[in-house]
């Protein structure tokens, strides 16, 4: 059973920083891809970052790129979205997930497993 739980949402002002975690349980955390993605209201859900499987390779959406930073603990079983320079448009529930392979992917399809997500609010 693989298991993905985020946690540091909250409220941010603009400009402010938030760190978000993933925590994995249940299969060996290292030997797959980890990414984020997030849903803002009357959207769909969208990419925002990936990280390969042994942490030497990152993507980052247009979006977000400069500005947010996606890492990983692999001994802690945990994966980190460090997001500066944070605009009010960032508002989203952010979902941790996980690949069923080691290719770096940014579609949703690409992820078999889901964390149950997690709000981040970025007041003007």
């Known amino acids: 059973q693989v298991q993905l739980v985020e946690s540091g949402g909250g409220l941010v002002q603009a400009g402010g920083s938030l760190r978000l975690s993933c925590a994995a349980s249940?299969?060996?955390?290292?030997?797959?891809?980890m990414g984020w993605f997030r849903q803002a209201p009357g959207k769909e859900r969208e990419f925002v970052a990936a990280?390969?499987?042994?942490?030497?390779?990152?993507y980052c959406a247009d979006s977000v790129k400069g500005r947010f930073t996606i890492s990983r603990d692999n001994p802690k079983n945990t994966v980190y979205l460090q997001m500066n320079s944070r605009k009010p448009e960032d508002t989203a529930v952010y979902y941790c997930?996980?690949?069923?392979?080691?290719?770096?992917?940014?579609?949703?399809?690409?992820?078999?497993?889901w964390g149950q997500g997690i709000q981040v609010t970025v007041s003007s």
């Open positions: 997930a996980q690949t069923d392979g080691p290719t770096l992917r940014v579609a949703e399809v690409g992820y078999a497993y």
């Open positions: 990280i390969s499987w042994m942490g030497g390779s990152t």
């Open positions: 249940g299969r060996t955390f290292s030997m797959y891809v």
